[in-house]
């Protein structure tokens, strides 16, 4: 079975940092092209960071030059590098298998003064 997992989300203030990490298992990791995706109340889920299993990474406009997503294909991980947070970037972060369309459970972020 396939088995995805984030973790890492907390309360932060603004201005702060914070590092989510995705662990997939039931999968060839290296084969895939993974995602972090984000729904705050109110919103659609959005595509915030997409990396191919090459390597080459696509942001979206919101984040870019303060997110920055990478992967460990060697520890079947995918992470989220989230600087320089402000109130807007508080929602539910999701990590996904994008070609296959599985899902994590989410993980909480909070940014808050």
């Known amino acids: 079975q396939v088995q995805v997992v984030e973790s890492g989300g907390a309360l932060v203030q603004p201005g702060g940092s914070l590092r989510l990490s995705c662990a997939a298992s039931g999968i060839i990791f290296w084969f895939e092209d993974m995602g972090w995706y984000r729904q705050a109340p109110g919103k659609q889920r959005e595509l915030v960071a997409a990396?191919?299993?090459?390597?080459?990474?696509n942001y979206a406009d919101s984040v870019k030059g303060r997110f920055t997503i990478s992967r460990d294909n060697a520890k079947n991980l995918v992470y989220l590098q989230m600087n320089s947070l402000v109130p807007e970037d508080t929602a539910v972060y999701y990590c996904?298998?994008?070609?296959?369309?599985?899902w994590g459970q989410g993980t909480q972020v909070t940014v808050s003064s």
């Open positions: 990396i191919t299993s090459g390597g080459d990474t």
């Open positions: 996904k298998v994008n070609r296959r369309g599985y």
